[in-house]
């Protein structure tokens, strides 16, 4: 799928580390917080995809069954 999208802003360490804030606020049982670092998380991967919407680029589609 990365062909499809590109590569990410991110990059591991940064990935590793989002991971670490999700399980963090899950083990405090903060959804609150849990939510909000989720959603910086895949904010990147939004990006991508929102741009794989515009008009003049294709739109991802599933890859086909073989």
Known sequence: MEGELG?????EAQVVESHRLIV??????????????????????????DHLGRPGKPAMTAPESP
Not at 7 to 11: N, V
Not at 33 to 49: G, T, Y
Request: charged fraction near 45%; avoid cysteine; proline fraction near 6%.
């Open 7 to 11: 590569r990410p802003e991110t990059d």
């Open 24 to 49: 963090e606020a899950l083990r405090a049982r903060d959804p609150d917080r849990a939510a909000e670092v989720i959603d910086l998380h895949f904010a990147d991967v939004r990006a991508r995809i």
